[in-house]
């Protein structure tokens, strides 16, 4: 709705925009996942999970808020696990409990009946720092309580959205996927639920094992998948030297400039009042993507939005649940992994351009490929800064591929690359069908202890894995890191 209010106020564009919408809608938008896109899931290195909070406040001011973390792939065990067409498993790391009491408590807080054990609470929560910012909260917590703090979301609401990432494949896309009916289970569980053979899920129990930790799995069907064209943007490789690793990290006494100035890509999440989540890159050329300002006191980020899909996700949700938290995943600067959240609202770029005439006239130097001015944001996401949250642990460093240079295929940069639309093949799936997912939710997440629809997906995928297993072989870099597909 909220895509044709705005659009319809847009004059002569909005007709256009409406018409790119409804494009996207037919040609990209799908709630199953087909093989390639099955494939790729499961052999993300990367995957950013997003999920939307309990309320707080009353009445109009009520909002939830955004959790937001990075799982990785370790030991050879991926973020994603793909079990069938439909039905997704999300990889979460957590620390072992202490005693039997506190394992009770912790799977009491996984079904949804308890609240989090207390050492649980406090590794969420973090330790307060001092802030250079005025008017922000700033805490350090491990990466562990960042996904504490996810799981918590995503099973209190039952959603949970996910972007599933490759950085060292040239030739890959990001592709965006949001679950319902979410619930945290034990692996014996996941493999009892999908009929999957007793020890399927053995390589992310001895990468639990080898980091002294326990895995559980987000697991929950499949309500939204598309591309997100902008991931191949640029490309990464692996640093191997830790030496600078260890020197340089940001820290909440810094300014948040400092940051901000070395970034191409912030990581944004938002939820809807309903509890639908969504996250999605924003980029741009070095220290273009975002910028922190200074108004009233507070700190702002202003996020420029570009002209992409025509489909406005994030300010639709916006609209409903003014709050947003972005991921600076510093991999090249700064090896640190900070999140910035607060109330968030889309502002026009002659606004931005009237209060802060220097981040607007950053802007203008761009040039396209043709060498013309590169085409304003159309809008901008204004951020008031109330929280920060920075991972004690280093970031795992990565070098950029000189050839792949940042926002070279950005909506308003150079285009020297090639969007492609057709990527995860979106067109050999049928086209959403709302009535049938109200039908899909109100049954609950999809359940398979038979394997009938496991065994099928196996076959459907087989070709698709072993074409996406010939590529990245390729990749000397994604050795180390390739995770084992399960069943295939």
């Known amino acids: 709705m909220f895509q044709y209010m705005r659009d319809a106020n847009a004059?002569?564009?909005?007709?256009?925009?409406?018409?790119?919408?409804?494009?996207?809608?037919?040609?990209?938008?799908?709630?199953?996942?087909?093989?390639?896109?099955?494939?790729?899931?499961?052999?993300?290195?990367?995957?950013?999970?997003a999920a939307g909070g309990g309320g707080h406040g009353a009445s109009w001011s009520r909002v939830r808020h955004?959790?937001?973390?990075?799982?990785?792939?370790?030991?050879?065990?991926?973020?994603?696990?793909?079990?069938?067409?439909?039905?997704?498993?999300?990889?979460?790391?957590?620390?072992?409990?202490?005693?039997?009491?506190?394992?009770?408590?912790?799977?009491?807080?996984?079904?949804?009946?308890g609240r989090a054990p207390e050492a649980y609470k406090r590794l969420a929560s973090g330790a307060s720092m001092l802030c250079a910012e005025p008017g922000v909260r700033a805490a350090t917590r491990s990466a562990s309580g960042a996904m504490i703090d996810l799981v918590g979301s995503a099973v209190g609401s039952g959603k949970m959205a996910l972007l599933a990432l490759h950085p060292y494949d040239p030739d890959a896309m990001g592709l965006h996927l949001t679950l319902f009916a979410v619930e945290?289970?034990?692996?014996?569980?996941?493999?009892?639920?999908?009929?999957?053979?007793?020890?399927?899920?053995?390589?992310?129990?001895?990468?639990?094992a080898a980091t002294g930790s326990i895995v559980v799995f987000l697991?929950?069907?499949?309500?939204?998948?598309?591309?997100?064209?902008?991931?191949?943007?640029?490309?990464?490789?692996?640093?191997?030297?830790?030496?600078?690793?260890?020197?340089?990290?940001?820290?909440?006494?810094?300014?948040?400039?400092?940051?901000?100035?070395?970034?191409?890509?912030?990581?944004?999440?938002?939820?809807?009042?309903?509890?639908?989540?969504?996250?999605?890159?924003?980029?741009?050329?070095?220290?273009m993507a975002g910028f922190a300002a200074r108004h009233n006191s507070q700190t702002l980020t202003l996020v420029p939005y570009f002209a992409g899909n025509a489909v406005h996700g994030h300010a639709a949700k916006l609209w409903s649940n003014p709050w947003s938290s972005?991921?600076?995943?510093?991999?090249?600067?700064?090896?640190?992994?900070?999140?910035?959240?607060?109330?968030t609202r889309i502002v026009?770029?002659?606004?931005?351009?009237?209060?802060?005439?220097?981040?607007?006239?950053?802007?203008?130097?761009?040039?396209?490929?043709?060498?013309?001015?590169?085409?304003?944001?159309?809008y901008w996401f204004e951020q008031v800064v109330r929280e920060i949250s920075v991972q004690e642990e280093p970031v795992t460093g990565n070098w950029l591929d000189p050839a792949r240079?940042?926002?070279?295929?950005?909506?308003?940069?150079?285009?020297?690359?090639?969007?492609?639309?057709?990527y995860f093949g979106a067109d050999r799936l049928p086209n959403y069908d709302m009535r049938w997912q109200h039908e899909r939710e109100a049954l609950g997440r999809p359940l398979d202890p038979s394997g009938v629809s496991r065994c099928y997906w196996e076959r459907e995928s087989a070709e698709a894995f072993a074409a996406r297993h010939a590529h990245l072989s390729g990749l000397s870099e994604t050795d180390a890191v390739f995770p084992d597909p399960i069943g295939l």
């Open 219 to 287: 697991v929950g069907g499949v309500e939204e998948a598309f591309t997100q064209c902008s991931q191949n943007l640029f490309v990464k490789r692996p640093r191997g030297d830790a030496t600078d690793v260890a020197r340089a990290r940001w820290t909440s006494l810094m300014p948040l400039d400092r940051l901000l100035a070395c970034q191409f890509e912030i990581l944004q999440a938002t939820v809807s009042a309903s509890g639908l989540p969504g996250v999605s890159p924003r980029d741009g050329e070095f220290g």
């Open 405 to 422: 240079a940042p926002c070279s295929l950005n909506a308003g940069g150079l285009a020297h690359h090639g969007k492609k639309p057709a």
């Open 184 to 208: 945290a289970l034990e692996p014996a569980q996941v493999e009892y639920d999908y009929g999957l053979a007793a020890g399927a899920l053995d390589p992310w129990r001895r990468a639990a």
């Open 326 to 343: 972005l991921l600076l995943w510093d991999d090249h600067s700064w090896f640190s992994a900070v999140t910035a959240s607060g109330p």
């Open 11 to 49: 004059s002569k564009q909005g007709s256009v925009t409406m018409k790119g919408a409804d494009n996207f809608y037919v040609r990209q938008y799908r709630q199953y996942l087909n093989p390639t896109m099955g494939a790729f899931a499961q052999t993300a290195i990367q995957a950013v999970f």
């Open 348 to 378: 026009e770029d002659v606004e931005i351009t009237t209060r802060f005439p220097h981040i607007a006239e950053s802007l203008a130097m761009r040039r396209r490929r043709n060498g013309g001015p590169a085409a304003r944001p159309e």
């Open 66 to 113: 955004v959790a937001l973390a990075m799982a990785e792939a370790r030991h050879g065990a991926s973020p994603l696990v793909v079990l069938d067409r439909e039905t997704i498993a999300a990889a979460v790391f957590l620390p072992r409990p202490q005693d039997a009491e506190e394992a009770r408590a912790l799977l009491d807080w996984l079904a949804g009946a």
